[in-house]
């Protein structure tokens, strides 16, 4: 069986003020043409194919676009899952219909412990949850963590498989092993987002999402696909590629990755600007691509943006290497004060960045409240 | 054939800031014992199945729940239109899976023109749509109103009908004859909203949707099934029912209606405070009702809303007489003014209630200018 793994589309994703809806379709086209000449027998997408939970009309538009070119014209079927970007029960309205269509979309946990089986291979469809919602599911006060959760998952669906099998889950989580990009949130305060690699033993193959360079993770039988696209300047340097596995009957993996060509890429330059608007230097780069520009001058320069925007059109970024210095500076000093901090600090660090409105003295009275009676409740609970 | 037909349920409305979901599903159960036990050949939802374009979760769930029922469990084959509150791309994503199972969703204008074929009867499937889209479309510049549009719209259809067979147009729009409630939009300035009633002779049954009562239209095969529940109290006196349409091959129509009971009806009760507080009549009352409370009292009164709350908890509005005497004299003398106001005047006393800054001299006078140059415009083009 072979089978086109992808995940962390991101329709609809703005990269510093810019939609990348036309180079998220230009490279979907190509995708669109992978699936028509490799022939699957599946493709999987393994979580946030949409950036956010409602995505502006021209995502949805083109997310239907290549779905119904993949699943309907080329009568492949597609196993997709939410992931945290996406709106579970906004992406799965109408997955009782797809599925009649070999389209199978799982939103919620509900269900996912039953497998889609095609031709003899049973997926297990395991979308994006909290470790909340998996606890309430099962009543299980003890799971706390995303690994926690995942475990109870992975082990309810052991109940009832057969190892002789050839068993896939599809999954979209932040597995130890992986190395994360500031595209990411950060997932976890003291490890909590992690999940243990070891959770999907039981799988002949684990198709994750959420990471989004296919170097995440470095195992045998678990494997990110990475995103479709660059999605910011730390993945300036990840490659982008879908995988395609092929599996026996017996379980053995033969796995190859098919790289996109996006029409602009996303990549850093560094040099002074009298270097940077040199003929001799930029006619050598493809001036198009998505930029982030780092200057080297010290002291002051006159409007070096839009002269740099005039041979670069689409820089997204720019900055200075003394600002960089200063920033640095500034990060260890703040590393230095977080290890510090109370959790009262902490929150009003955090107000003071999510809000516009001061944090007085009566609110930090009332949250000093609130933060007892959580450590309280630790206590005697 | 047996057709059910329905239109606006606007899931997701707010109603005096209480949302109505947990009275649409009350209602939405009994429509699917009712298409249940009818057993029709199709069923027809005229537009607004959501009340906006991105509507909440919760609607979003309902909406795919009672398809489901009726599409994939009683088997029903579903023929629904996008409204001028749903968003077409949103609500008609995945359209082209649904048709495998038999639910039709047309989102959009375009493959509108051509039927939908079920049991040798043609259904045409016209989703509301505004006049510029329609003239976008045929590229004609002399389509300006509502009427222009649906008109173009059914010769199109007209072209390839067979008049000898059973033709049905559903569709979403502010048909003459119709009246108004408040819970509509005010659609049309000097009448382009509405369309006349001729431009669908061609067609055996129209099936409407847009106008929220069964006699907003008096036509003997032009028909508002009306809304799933009264929203607004202009509606309070409008009966609220589906409508159960039987076809023989000649195309002649039996139509009946099948009344809904909602949990809590919506209603405008009228008194003195001290009559209303009297058990001898509260007794009388369904207490738990969606009311709009009017006071005759003169005169100061002290907390009405909570003395009238304790006995009728769902007060939604409440208004006093001698306030609505004070409405109609300002509302008269409005009208008075408004029909003298120039353009600069009309704009920036909207300019003043859309925004909180100053219209100042500086606007006024670029408003000026752009009124100016329309003006110049208009008379040379």
Redesign the interface.
Known sequence: MKIIHTADWHLGKLVHGVYMTDQQEAVLEQFVDLVANEKPDAVIIAGDLYDRS?PP?EA??L??KVL?KI??ELKTPVLAISGNHD?A??LA??S???R??G?YLQGKLAGCFEPVRLNGINFYLVPYAEPGVVREIFQDSSIQSHDEAMRRITWEIEKNIDPNEVNILVGHAFVIGGKTTDSERILSVGGSGCIDSDCFSPFTYTALGHLHSPDAIRHDTIRYSGSLLKYSFSEAKQRKSVSVIEIDSKGNLAIKEKSLTPLKDMREITGYIDELLDPAFYETQRLEDYLKVTLLDEGALLDPINKLRAIYPNILHLERKIDNIDLEKRQTLRLVQTERKTELDLFSEFYNEMTTSEFTEQKRELMTEVIDSVRKEVLFV
């Open positions: 409602v009309v949805v538009q997310l239907e119904f699943n309907v709106s029960e906004r309205f109408g009782s219909w797809y009649h269509s389209f």
